[in-house]
Each structure stands twice: as C-alpha cells, then as structure tokens.
C-alpha cells in the first residue's frame, strides 16, 4: 500500500464549513484508492499547525509522498517550508467547486497555482492534480501523483520583426513605455511570490521605472479627502450602480475616499499604473475594500493590480497601450476540462465597460470581508486577449493568450467571466501549473496576440503561449 504523508491547507476567511466537507472526501478518495494517509486529518490555518502536522508524518518514518490538499486558498509561504522539511517527491491537490453563482468558496486553483509558481522558482519538482475528490478516476489519478513530474514545454523565441503592421505597433508601444512609471503602494503579502519585481530589471527591459508609495500615505490622503469631492464620486457611481444605498455607508465613504486618494496619488507621481496591496490593511485597518476604486481607475485608463503586483500592472499597461480601452487584471479560479471553459475572476474590480449589456451593474460588499465597495456583474461576450509579463520559473517570459469570453451566468460573485480557450481548457491547466505561472493575467477585448509577440521580439524574451 502506497503511504501519503497528507496536509490540507486552509484559510478561515473562506467557508470553513464547505471545507471540512471537501477535505473529509478527499481523504474518503484516498483510502478508497488504497492509500494510506499519514499525518493530521484536520484544516491546517497556519504555520503551527503545520508543524505540528510536519512531526507526525516524520513520526511515521518513510514516505512514498507528501501531499499537500489545497482545500481553500492560501499563500505559498507553508507549502514551500513544506517542500524544504520533508525529504519526499510532492504534489499539489487543489479541490474544485461548483460554479454556482455566490461566493468563491474555497478558490483552491489560485492557491495550487501560487504553489506551483513559488515552487518552480525554488526549483522544486512537484506533481499536481485539479479534480474532485468524487470524481470516477480520481483514485487512479491519486495513485499516479507517484510518478515523475512530466516535462515542461519550452516557451518559444519571440516571434515578428521586420515591417509588419504587428512590429510597427510593437515598436509603438515600447516608445509609449520609455520613461513611464508604476506606482506601487504598499508592498506585496508574505507568500505571493507571483507579485515579487525588481525595479532594475524593469527599467532595463522597458524603460519602466518603478516608484513606491508606502500604505500609510494611501489611508491618509483618503482620510483627508474633500467631502464635497467624495460626494460628487458618490454622485457620479450611484447612476452607474444599482444598489449603492444598500450597502454600509460609513464604508462606502470610506472606500470613495480610497478613490480619491488613488487619483492624487496618481496625478502627484505621473503613474500610468498602479500596483496596490489592496488587502488586508484596506479592510483590517481603514475599513473599506479597495476593489472599487481600483475599478473605478481601471476605467479612467489607469491600470490598477491587486497585491502590489507590479508585472501584473505593466502587463496591463502594455495591454491597455495597444487596446486603447480600459483593461482587467484577473485570477485564474477555475479550469473545466469537461466543459472545456475557464472563470477568471476578481472580487470587483472588472471596468464598468467590461459589463454584459444584458447585465445591470451593482454595488456589493467582499464575499470574505462584507465590506464595500466592490463591482458586481457578468463578464459581456467577445473575443479577449491575454497577457502576462512572467518571471515564472526565474526567467523573464511574455504570456500570451486568447479565446471566447461567453455569456454565461455569473459564475462567482464580484466580477467573473467564463472563457473558452482556443487551446483545450485541459491542455491550458497543465501549462499553467508545469510551467508554474502566475496567477495574474492582464485581459482586454479584441486579439492583439500578433503586436504582443512581435513587443516580445523586440524586448529580446521568450513567448509562452497560453491559447
């Protein structure tokens, strides 16, 4: 009998409840494909749980794996100690969940996609399995976890050159970055390598110079807002959203704030975009949400990256430089292979413009954090781009993709769309997670595949294509 030494992984601002029911299948999956599993059969919230769950499995003695159940997001810090501590082949086992419509319950893919990046950049092997604990081949999935990782493919060279209608709006593009700056206030959480930069080789690469901005500046300009002013940005959201008095008042004041302050921070520093540790300070300390406002900005024509993500903002500069209309930086929550369509998502910060038609924008509150303001609404149909500046696997790459945004019912509440890929959606998830990608990805209505690869020519760097 193959012996699994097993941890599953949690975080208690998701549905703690629906978790402990998927856990206790996964591990129903295990024992039904004769896997013995060794080690704490509990959620583990933090760092002293997994220790503690770390010694049992030592207890145990040898290993065939150390498995880690990805149950609900987390950030990568306990799964790269985890890597580090146990001298055994690893996977990853991310647990899906119905696309129903509510809250992103558990948002298990971005948490096995964040591991798989933090791992490929510590150059750590690792296998991977997406798939429900009740799935009818996922025994025989479990047991091949076992097997060596299979090989990643190779991003290929830049394509283009020459004068090409794709070479001259790639060399347009590069001169419209020269010199351009990036804000980024705050710094990025503990465990996201995927939001990681370095400013030099930023301005190496692009010209793109990087200027940071400490939080506290952020929550002060806010504070100190005009009220006038905040009530004309109150004036101008409420003929664009329904149900903006429903939500608290006090935190919507403070999230328009938040806005405010985001222009001026904007205007004093000449930032085309903007990268920003939207939470949890946002909410633990000044008692809004920033998705809102980042929105808001997104529409304005300033680029806004959740979590201090500084290439997730270039990306979508360069996006929004050839698109001429405003852009969205998303998660990856979700890959069907069955179906074959994907969700990208984020907790409110898609543009207005990005709104289904047949849709009505609303104000809602953060699923983990009940505060507003955040964007709500389906994603509208039509052919999107994407694109991603990568440092995946410690070498600089330019993602590109594309594919069908449909009309679909809103997967998860906030601002989601469902995309079919040009690729097989099954062909896509295994890019993502051997190649060890971020979990960020700049997205824009139209195909701009062509200009994308020949500015990945024109910068000397690799393309790995998505789709």
């Known amino acids: 009998m193959a012996v699994y030494g097993v941890v599953a992984l949690a975080r208690p601002t998701f549905d703690v409840e629906f978790a402990q029911q998927q856990k206790d299948r996964a591990f129903a999956a295990l024992q039904a494909a004769g896997i013995e599993a060794v080690g704490s059969r509990e959620l583990l919230f933090d760092g002293p749980a997994v220790q503690a769950a770390l010694e049992q499995i030592r207890a145990h003695g040898a290993i065939d794996l150390l498995l880690i159940i990805q149950v609900t997001f987390t950030d990568a810090s306990m799964t790269v100690q985890l890597a580090a501590d146990i001298a055994a082949p690893l996977a990853l086992w991310g647990l899906p969940e119905p696309r129903a419509g509510g809250r992103l319950r558990l948002n298990a893919y971005c948490g096995i996609n964040l591991a798989a990046h933090a791992l490929g950049k510590a150059g750590i092997s690792y296998n991977w399995l997406y798939r429900s604990p009740d799935a009818a081949d996922v025994g025989r999935a479990l047991q091949r ?20 209608a794709a070479a001259a709006e790639a060399e347009r593009v590069l001169q419209a970055l020269r010199g351009a700056r990036i804000g980024v206030v705050g710094r990025h959480p503990e465990g996201f390598d995927t939001c990681e930069y370095d400013a030099e080789a930023l301005r190496k690469l692009a010209g793109v110079e990087v200027q940071r901005v400490e939080l506290e500046n952020l929550f002060g300009r806010a504070a100190a807002a005009d009220g006038g002013r905040v009530a004309s940005v109150r004036a101008a959201a409420a003929a664009q959203l329904a149900g903006l008095d429903a939500v608290d008042q006090g935190q919507l004041d403070r999230s328009l704030r938040v806005y405010c302050a985001l222009q001026d921070i904007q205007a004093d520093t000449g930032a085309r975009s903007l990268a920003v540790r939207c939470w949890p300070e946002t909410f ?41 209309q405003p852009v969205w930086m998303a998660d990856l929550v979700d890959i069907d292979g069955d179906d074959d369509s994907a969700v990208f998502w984020h907790c409110g910060l898609a543009p207005l413009s990005m709104c289904d038609p047949q849709a009505t924008p609303e104000a809602t509150i953060h699923t983990n954090r009940k505060m507003p303001l955040l964007h709500q609404f389906p994603l509208k149909p ?29 997967a998860f509440t906030g601002t989601s769309g469902t995309l ?17 990608v971020e979990h960020h990805y700049a997205i824009a209505y139209g195909d701009y595949r062509a200009p994308l690869r020949a500015l990945a020519a024109r910068l000397d760097i690799p393309v790995l294509e998505l789709s």
């Open 382 to 410: 039509g052919r999107v781009t994407l694109a991603r500046l990568s440092q995946a696997k410690n070498i600089t790459k330019l993602i590109v993709g594309g594919g069908e945004m449909l009309r679909a019912p809103m």
């Open 284 to 324: 633990t300390e000044y008692g809004c949400a920033a998705c809102g406002p980042m929105a808001m900005m997104n529409q304005a024509g300033v680029p806004c990256a959740c979590e201090a993500d500084v290439y997730g903002s270039l990306s979508t500069l360069v996006l929004q430089e050839l698109a001429q």
């Open 145 to 164: 976890l076992t097997a060596p990782p299979a090989p990643r493919a190779a991003a290929s060279a830049g394509a283009g050159g020459g004068a090409t």
């Open 420 to 436: 079919r890929f040009d690729r097989p959606a099954a062909q896509v998830c295994a890019t993502v997670m051997e190649e060890g």
